[in-house]
């Protein structure tokens, strides 16, 4: 089951965020995965914005990952400058994965093979101006609901 969904404001797409954020539980992993400029940071800022977190949150820019504390933990990893797959073995990441936080990275597809394989994939691409298209491909049986989680919400609140 894959679930599609075009944004047509920054806003929407933190508002989407903030949905995504409102459902998460402890120990998700969300794969962020689209081009320069495809949204990743915003949707970010969204789930933060839906787990409660106060802090501005921006692309870890020095630093590979940025925690954050609301309703639970956030660990924001961005691997775009990451040098090789290899190099993400050492960061010790699974510590977050398997941690009791919510886990968002962007850039994935730089290390897809350190990444756990149960996982909500969004592929996020630029379509224009004012619209993002985000594509969810869900990894496991947790991620399947998650993604009707959403799809559910999504659709109630569009359908008022
Ligand atoms: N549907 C939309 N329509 C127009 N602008 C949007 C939409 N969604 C997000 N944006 C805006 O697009 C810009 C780029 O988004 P963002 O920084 O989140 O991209 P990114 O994928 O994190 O990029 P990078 O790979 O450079 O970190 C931001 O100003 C963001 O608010
Ligand atoms: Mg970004």
Redo the contacts with the bound molecule.
Sequence with gaps: MDFEIT????E??GSLGELIGSLVEPGDVLLLV??????????TQGIGEGMGIDDSIA?PTFVIVMEHRGTLPLYHVDL?RLEETAAVLDLGLDDYFYGDGVTVV??ADRAMPAMPPEHLLVR?SYID????EMVFHPEGERYLELTRDIATARYKKTDV
């Design positions: 944004t047509e404001s920054p929407e797409t689209g081009s320069l400029g495809s949204g990743k940071t915003r949707l692309s775009y962007e850039w996020m101006e004012d619209h993002r």
